[in-house]
């Protein structure tokens, strides 16, 4: 594979680059201690949740999930082993093909999400929405949108 010339940062790409890192990593703190203090739990047990009752029938293959959430299948698996044992989740054998397995939202999961969610939505809208301009809003969805499909799964950055 043939090596490509070192390329750095000019000055106006280092300061977006450190204003994006300093917004997310305060922005991700802020909301995850929220919902620890206020629902007992983080974000990715949020997101799973979330992601989890936004299907019809409150359940996910366990790959799909981990996809949705960004995590690696062996974090979600652990994760997803706390949940069962506190009967917020189950877990059952995919009756499709039997090889993959699906993780059901329990009612009482989704009881326990409900409580969280007007909480969590009014912390995002304060610290999130309400700081950018509405005329902004578009704009921002786009940029991200553009970011997202072209970042490299992990492990694999190449130059």
């Known amino acids: 594979m043939e090596k490509l010339p ?20 305060r922005l991700a703190r802020v909301l995850n201690d929220d919902l620890e203090r206020n629902s007992g739990f983080d974000h990715l047990t949020y997101e799973i949740f979330v992601n989890l009752s936004e299907s019809s029938t409150r359940s996910l293959r366990m790959t799909d999930l981990a996809k949705s959430v960004s995590v690696n299948k062996s974090r979600l698996t652990y994760r997803i082993g706390q949940l069962e044992v506190q009967g ?51 704009e921002l969805i786009s940029v991200l949108n553009k970011i997202a499909p072209g970042v490299a799964p992990q492990g694999s950055c190449e130059q």
């Open 6 to 25: 070192q390329r750095w940062l000019n000055k106006e790409e280092q300061e977006l680059w450190r204003s994006y890192l300093s917004a997310w990593f």
């Open 88 to 138: 917020l989740v189950s877990r059952t054998e995919c009756e499709e093909d039997g090889r993959g397995h699906m993780c059901v939202l329990t009612d009482k999961g989704f009881a326990i999400l409900e409580k969280a969610a007007p909480h969590h939505v009014q912390a995002v809208l304060t610290n999130f929405i309400d700081a950018i301009d509405s005329s902004e809003v578009a």
